[in-house]
């Protein structure tokens, strides 16, 4: 149900930078031009900048720095039926809070979004370092009837779809490392952790989280991340609309999925992540279960595992692990 801010907005996006007259809003929303006052005014608590001429109605001058969800819902192009965002100022991990939704039988699909979160996890139960500071933390939660084997693709599948949607919408050339990050010159802007609960032969929900550094100034982070962690602000040099970024996001994420639903990114899937990805051709180090393999990468399979090429030149292929490129002698 769209609310007032909702309308007023979505009548501000369209005309920018041009003037909507209060008379307008007030006629539309049924209500009295004060109340439309007070909306502004609540927008303007929020991070929105408005020029108000008595003449000429309102303009927007400024788009608020941190996540709103009425914006973001508002910028969305198409909204899927059913489709519900959680915006939220701070919560343990978006992973787990849509894992407690799912729980309680929120209908999926849904994202949660916070602005900063206290527990952010990644990879081996990893620290996300998630300061409230312009960055995306956001999780999709679906109830797909697929085999768990398909789990793995769906996180490659999402990071080619994250990896087309940043070239897109901000020129960027991002890379992927296998299994779940996203780099740029070699630096972390974005690692992706996707969590499924498992009904004997089906997955009965699945978590998609994704931790984007979007704004966070450089070195904002600690310790020896400063060096491996980068955010796209630096990538591009100015700071990137958040609210924007998170509505292509939602939309990117949402069909993405259908077209794993359906089967269908099979047709594109290779092509893409070759496209991206770093490691093909590459010596790399593998560490799976307390062991160390070498091999050079050739690609992954349909399976989404790592097909790594050893000294002898036999084949070999990873589920999971954590890899590091190695030097060419
Ligand atoms: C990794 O690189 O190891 C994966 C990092 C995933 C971080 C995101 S942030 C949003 C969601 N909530 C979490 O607690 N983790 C994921």
Same mark, same amino acid.
């Given at each position: 149900?769209?609310?007032?801010?909702?309308?007023?907005?979505?009548?501000?996006?369209?005309?920018?930078?041009?003037?909507?007259?209060?008379?307008?809003?007030?006629?539309?929303?049924?209500?009295?031009?004060?109340?439309?006052?007070?909306?502004? !005014?609540?927008? /303007?608590?929020? $991070?929105? &900048?408005?020029? #108000?001429?008595? =003449?000429?109605?309102? @303009?927007?001058?400024? *788009?608020?720095?941190?996540?709103?969800?009425?914006?973001?819902?508002?910028?969305?192009?198409?909204?899927?039926?059913?489709?519900?965002?959680?915006?939220?100022?701070?919560?343990?991990?978006?992973?787990? !809070?849509?894992? /407690?939704?799912? $729980?309680? &039988?929120?209908? #999926?699909?849904? =994202?949660?979004?916070? @602005?900063?979160?206290? *527990?952010?996890?990644?990879?081996?139960?990893?620290?996300?370092?998630?300061?409230?500071?312009?960055?995306?933390?956001?999780?999709?939660?679906?109830?797909?009837?697929?085999?768990?084997?398909?789990?793995?693709?769906?996180?490659?599948?999402? $990071?080619?779809?994250?990896?087309?949607?940043? =070239?897109?919408?901000?020129?960027?050339?991002?890379?992927?490392?296998?299994?779940?990050?996203?780099?740029?010159?070699?630096?972390?802007?974005?690692?992706?952790?996707?969590?499924?609960?498992?009904?004997?032969?089906?997955?009965?929900?699945?978590?998609?989280?994704?931790?984007?550094?979007?704004?966070?100034?450089?070195?904002?982070?600690?310790?020896?991340?400063?060096?491996?962690?980068?955010?796209?602000?630096?990538?591009?040099?100015?700071?990137?609309?958040?609210?924007?970024?998170?509505?292509?996001?939602?939309?990117?994420?949402?069909?993405?999925?259908?077209?794993?639903?359906?089967?269908?990114?099979?047709?594109?899937?290779?092509?893409?992540?070759?496209?991206?990805?770093?490691?093909?051709?590459?010596?790399?180090?593998?560490?799976?279960?307390?062991?160390?393999?070498?091999?050079?990468?050739?690609?992954?399979?349909?399976?989404?595992?790592?097909?790594?090429?050893?000294?002898?030149?036999?084949?070999?292929?990873?589920?999971?692990?954590?890899?590091?490129?190695?030097?060419?002698?």
């Amino acid at each position: 149900m769209p609310t007032a801010e909702h309308v007023i907005l979505r009548e501000l996006l369209a005309r920018e930078p041009n003037w909507v007259s209060g008379t307008a809003l007030a006629a539309k929303l049924g209500v009295s031009r004060v109340a439309i006052w007070q909306q502004m !005014e609540k927008l /303007r608590a929020a $991070g929105f &900048g408005f020029e #108000a001429q008595r =003449a000429r109605g309102y @303009r927007l001058t400024q *788009r608020p720095p941190a996540l709103h969800a009425p914006l973001i819902e508002t910028q969305l192009k198409v909204r899927p039926k059913n489709f519900s965002l959680l915006v939220l100022d701070e919560i343990d991990s978006t992973n787990d !809070e849509a894992a /407690r939704q799912l $729980g309680a &039988g929120r209908p #999926a699909p849904f =994202a949660v979004l916070a @602005r900063r979160q206290t *527990r952010g996890r990644g990879r081996f139960g990893r620290v996300w370092h998630s300061e409230a500071n312009g960055n995306l933390y956001a999780s999709f939660a679906f109830r797909p009837r697929v085999a768990p084997e398909r789990m793995q693709t769906f996180t490659l599948w999402m $990071g080619v779809n994250i990896c087309e949607l940043l =070239a897109n919408f901000a020129q960027l050339k991002p890379a992927l490392k296998w299994p779940n990050d996203i780099l740029f010159g070699g630096r972390k802007a974005g690692g992706m952790l996707t969590e499924a609960r498992v009904d004997s032969d089906q997955i009965r929900d699945l978590v998609f989280g994704l931790g984007l550094n979007v704004n966070s100034p450089a070195g904002d982070w600690p310790g020896d991340l400063a060096r491996r962690a980068v955010s796209l602000a630096e990538v591009t040099g100015a700071p990137l609309d958040l609210n924007r970024l998170a509505a292509a996001l939602i939309g990117r994420v949402l069909l993405a999925y259908d077209t794993f639903a359906d089967g269908e990114h099979v047709k594109t899937f290779a092509d893409l992540w070759n496209r991206y990805d770093i490691l093909r051709g590459k010596p790399v180090g593998l560490l799976e279960g307390g062991r160390r393999h070498h091999g050079t990468v050739t690609g992954v399979d349909d399976e989404g595992a790592l097909v790594l090429r050893d000294g002898h030149g036999h084949t070999h292929r990873f589920r999971a692990g954590e890899v590091t490129l190695e030097k060419n002698d």
